[in-house]
């Protein structure tokens, strides 16, 4: 293990949110070093400075009094991919309730349409541009 592989280990513990466990840890770790190895909970508790750091983040986070509901992502990359994946999610929930509004909306107009017995061929009439010419004139 490299002294920029304990730094990177140490920076990712201090920024650390939500649950703290040796599994998610490593994969998310793994997933930050260039190389992309995945040590084990064993050789991170073999360089003291890591056990530190550890200890320190669990502590921290068992005694963390934010409030439930807000949500914290850290300085790491992974903390950018989160915010992300969030920000994604509720623009997919938008466009979900948006999808479900305009499906209500058609089912309405087709309901009308049949109830005043409009034809398809009158619905899926071309619409008609007021600014062009018009392609008969009116006799005077």
Request: proline residues 4%; hydrophobic residues 40%; glycine residues 4%.
């Amino acid at each position: 293990m490299t002294d920029s592989d304990i730094d990177k280990a140490i920076e990712l513990l201090s920024g650390w949110t939500g649950k703290l466990t040796w599994r998610a840890y490593l994969v998310i770790l793994a997933m930050e070093l260039p190389h992309g190895h995945v040590y084990s909970k064993v050789a991170m508790l073999k360089q003291p400075r890591i056990k530190d750091a550890w200890n320190i983040a669990r502590a921290r986070l068992a005694d963390d009094t934010k409030d439930a509901g807000e949500k914290r992502y850290g300085s790491s990359a992974v903390g950018a991919l989160r915010r992300k994946l969030d920000e994604t999610r509720e623009e997919l929930r938008a466009s979900k309730a948006l999808n479900n509004e305009l499906l209500e909306q058609f089912q309405r107009w087709q309901f009308n349409a049949e109830r005043h017995r409009l034809k398809l061929s009158q619905l899926d009439a071309p619409l008609v541009d007021p600014r062009a010419p018009a392609e008969k004139k009116i006799p005077y």
